[in-house]
């Protein structure tokens, strides 16, 4: 497993668990913003995906663990200045 310690290892840490946890393609995941990370009341963490294979936009849900890794990465990044137009994994 990547290590969580170092950035890299924080964003390919993250990147694995969208790509495994939320089933998404390599295209889908790449193209990921800050700002289409969101969590409901219940603590969902939800992923839209812009121009997915079917050309239009969907909500992804992503388990527990695997928001787990997201919500580090994304406090890193908005750590880092972050806008919500931003790309998650850089």
């Given at each position: 497993l990547p290590d969580p310690g170092s950035p890299k290892g924080l964003r390919d840490r993250a990147?694995?668990?969208v790509l495994f946890g939320g089933g998404l393609r390599r295209s889908e995941a790449a193209a990921?913003?800050?700002g289409d990370v969101r969590r409901t009341r219940a603590g969902t963490m939800y992923?839209?995906?812009r121009a997915t294979k079917g050309k239009r936009d969907a909500e992804q849900a992503i388990p527990p663990?695997?928001?787990t890794s997201v919500?580090?990465?994304l406090e890193a990044r908005r750590a880092d200045g972050a806008?919500?137009?931003?790309f998650l994994f850089v």
């Amino acid at each position: 497993l990547p290590d969580p310690g170092s950035p890299k290892g924080l964003r390919d840490r993250a990147l694995l668990a969208v790509l495994f946890g939320g089933g998404l393609r390599r295209s889908e995941a790449a193209a990921l913003r800050v700002g289409d990370v969101r969590r409901t009341r219940a603590g969902t963490m939800y992923l839209t995906l812009r121009a997915t294979k079917g050309k239009r936009d969907a909500e992804q849900a992503i388990p527990p663990w695997a928001a787990t890794s997201v919500d580090s990465l994304l406090e890193a990044r908005r750590a880092d200045g972050a806008a919500p137009g931003d790309f998650l994994f850089v």
